[in-house]
């Protein structure tokens, strides 16, 4: 797995749970649960004297009574900030948007909903990354419209996938899903629709599948990518079959989106194309994403490929090759793997042999992975082999002792481990190391029991009186 959709499913992890309660599906501190979204309340308005200028005839003054409510994060300005979402003046509507987004208060979203259908398309582009932002933490700052339109011209120089996505058993609010999913349908611009389809896989709304799937045979490049990685980041498997289409895209970059993707959804009947891709396409960087796509779906007749794969003059190709073969799960290969392993000389391809090697039961270099988290340079890849791995039944109980590790990056990135792969055992490992010296430790442990929980509990599995 590299660092691109193979860690798709990986978090904002920067993003402490001390400082930002609603991650974790927990109400700011307003009386108001967050899937809610309370009336606005005049009497309420009232009491903040900040509010006042929002009425003001002057522009410039309400702009700035704007910005002021945002930096003072007072919900009671609310329904004043709400009402001022009908400015006649497209700055002010802006310094509205940003103000809600920086209170971070369940009573925000219904005017950020309405502020997704604003008529300014930078507004509503600032409107969908609130909503988003909301559940992740990453909101919009004063001045980030700025650049917008230079970053819109990167991304479509060159896309880049996010690998951002909410805290497994987060719920989010259906009202949110709805307004991100109309502004992913919005036929007025395709910013703001690109920054829809980026926020739904943000925040898996599975809900809105169908839509991506028509958006990732949009006619604009950026909206498909876009939505090929929303959907790789919601996992519908179901969705794989109405993809595979776009594996005779003329556009090279839909063709190797589409390849990952497809393999990530794990699309049997793709097998057969994406092997071609793999064998006579020209273009080597398709070539590579169809192997990695090839190794997401692990189908034990790419197993000779894989194997041959293995000592491709290129590290990008051996590197899937290994994971492919970790997926088959063959243990005649065994045998190749060691060889390769000693023979490797490149890092990232030795870390995905010796994952390989793991996945088939000889736990020689599970340490060396291990150790790998702490690392500046691969610890992002080493953390999904690891939950990967952590989701092979009996696997979990062998990844508790390095929860001792001396080293505290280790034991912070086991943590997010245990958050996407945990189980019921789990949550007594997390609550100890919830007291761990180090704060960053903790506070992962925190989050990670966290989502463990919320998951037993979508799953009818009721967690044990003593792990609260």
């Given amino acids: 797995m590299r660092r691109s959709l193979a860690v798709s499913w990986v978090l904002v992890l920067l993003i402490l749970p001390t400082e930002i309660p609603f991650l974790f599906g927990q109400a700011p501190s307003s009386g108001t649960t967050q899937g809610s979204v309370p009336p606005a309340n005049s009497s309420t308005t009232a009491t903040n004297p900040l509010s006042s200028p929002l009425k003001s005839s002057n522009e410039k003054v309400r702009a700035r009574a704007a910005r002021d409510l945002g930096k003072a994060q007072d919900a009671s300005a609310i329904p004043a900030l709400a009402a001022a979402l009908s400015d006649p003046s497209q700055k002010v509507r ?32 600032l409107a969908v990354q609130s909503l988003v932002g909301y559940y992740t933490g990453i909101i919009p700052t004063p001045g980030i419209s700025g650049f917008l339109k230079k970053e819109v011209k990167r991304a479509q120089a060159h896309f880049t996938p996010d690998t951002t996505r909410i805290d497994p058993g987060l719920s989010v609010d259906p009202n949110v899903i709805t307004a991100l999913d109309a502004a992913l349908k919005d036929t007025r611009s395709h910013r703001a629709s690109r920054e829809a389809a980026k926020g739904l896989g943000i925040l898996v709304a599975r809900a809105a599948v169908p839509d991506l799937i028509k958006a990732a045979h949009s006619s604009d490049e950026t909206l498909s990518l876009e939505a090929l990685n929303a959907l790789s980041k919601i996992e519908a498997r179901s969705a794989g079959g109405e993809l595979v289409d776009l594996l005779d895209s003329p556009d090279k970059d839909i063709k190797q ?37 090839l190794a997401y779906l ?32 063959d ?21 995905a042999i010796e994952y390989a090697i793991t996945a088939l039961g000889k736990l020689d270099y599970l340490s060396d992975i291990v150790n790998e988290l702490s690392s500046r340079t691969r610890g992002d890849i080493a953390q999904p082999y690891l939950i990967e791995l952590a989701r092979t039944p009996g696997f979990l109980p062998k990844l508790y002792p390095y929860l001792q590790s001396p080293n505290a990056g280790v034991r912070k990135r086991l943590c997010t481990v245990i958050m996407f792969s945990g189980d019921q055992t789990s949550l007594d490992q997390l609550d100890r190391l919830s007291h761990d010296p180090n704060g960053d430790v903790s506070a992962q442990a925190l989050r990670a029991k966290r989502a463990v929980r919320a998951r037993l509990e979508v799953a009818g599995t009721t967690p044990t009186t003593g792990s609260h």
């Fill in 257 to 293: 989106q589409a390849s990952v993707t497809i393999g990530i959804l794990r699309t049997g009947q793709a097998v057969p194309k994406l092997q071609s891709i793999f064998e006579s396409d020209t273009n080597q960087k398709s070539k590579e994403k169809a192997l990695e796509g």
């Fill in 298 to 329: 692990g189908a034990p007749a790419s197993s000779p490929l894989f194997t041959k794969a293995l000592w491709s003059g290129d590290k990008v190709i051996r590197t899937s090759a290994a994971e492919g073969l970790a997926r088959t799960a």
């Fill in 94 to 125: 802006r310094e509205v948007i940003l103000a809600l987004a920086q209170i971070h208060q369940p009573g925000t979203l219904a005017a950020l909903i309405k502020a997704t259908e604003d008529a300014d398309e930078g507004n509503r582009v």
């Fill in 331 to 351: 243990p005649k290969t065994l045998p190749e793997l060691e060889k390769a392993v000693m023979a490797e000389k490149d890092a990232d391809a030795k870390l």
